[in-house]
């Protein structure tokens, strides 16, 4: 089947740890997104890439890092400089960055403790 | 820039009531506009899409959208709402996504 996971699906982590969170798609998509879901504020891009080895910040790409090593994997870094850090994390990837639907994998909910 | 507006956190509907979630965009470009559901602890699903190909856009479930440039609008409707239709829904325009709006629904 194809389609976009991450993993894992819950994430505790203590406050000052950086963590890094896994998506991984077989999709052949040369887009990928990370977005923050928080209550109430649906959800913020936080960094995209449109080919392998360049990606772009988002609206709140502070304290995060990413990498696009390989077409198929877009890990997120949720580093100790994020200063609100628990939230939902949800990846995404599209055909390209022009009109085409974004598809979605199931979340990773991280809790720093 | 591009930015979208959802006029409405919660809609509250009864069971095979008219639903109507209400988008505003703002795009300097014409606009790719998307309507997502979300059901509790997972990822979005599309529901439609708008290609330009027609201002009323048929989705999932029942779903429709319509595409009012003047108004810089793309509202989604569905006739007759449904119990399996509580969720929460968002509006896109490209990356950019709408607050969402939780739509419950009453038996």
């Known amino acids: 089947d194809g389609g976009i996971t991450q993993s894992p699906k819950y994430l505790f982590r203590k406050e000052g740890q950086n963590v890094t969170l896994s998506c991984e798609q077989n999709l052949n998509h040369d887009a990928m997104y990370w977005y923050r879901q928080d209550p109430g504020q649906g959800l913020r891009l936080i960094y995209y890439?449109?080919?392998?080895?360049?990606?772009q910040k988002g609206d709140i790409a502070e304290g995060y890092s990413v990498s696009r090593e390989k077409k198929e994997s877009f890990p997120l870094t949720v580093t100790s400089a994020q200063k609100n850090p628990t939230a939902f994390y949800l990846c995404a990837s599209s055909i390209d960055r022009w009109g085409n639907e974004q598809f979605f994998g199931p979340g990773t909910r991280l809790t720093v403790l | 820039a591009q930015s979208v507006t959802q006029l409405g956190s919660h809609v509250s509907v009864s069971e095979g009531a008219l639903v109507l979630l209400r988008c505003n965009y703002s795009?300097?470009?014409?606009?790719?506009l998307f309507w997502y559901v979300q059901y509790p602890n997972q990822g979005l699903q599309l529901l439609l899409k708008?290609?330009?190909?027609?201002?009323l856009v048929k989705g999932i479930n029942g779903f429709e959208a319509e595409f009012k440039k003047s108004e810089t609008s793309f509202h989604l409707t569905k006739p007759s709402a449904h119990m399996s239709d509580a969720a929460e829904y968002f509006c896109a325009v490209s990356e950019r996504f709408g607050a969402g709006t939780r739509l419950t629904v009453k038996p």
């Open positions: 708008y290609t330009s190909a027609a201002t």
């Open positions: 890439s449109q080919i392998v080895n360049d990606f």
């Open positions: 795009s300097s470009v014409p606009p790719y």
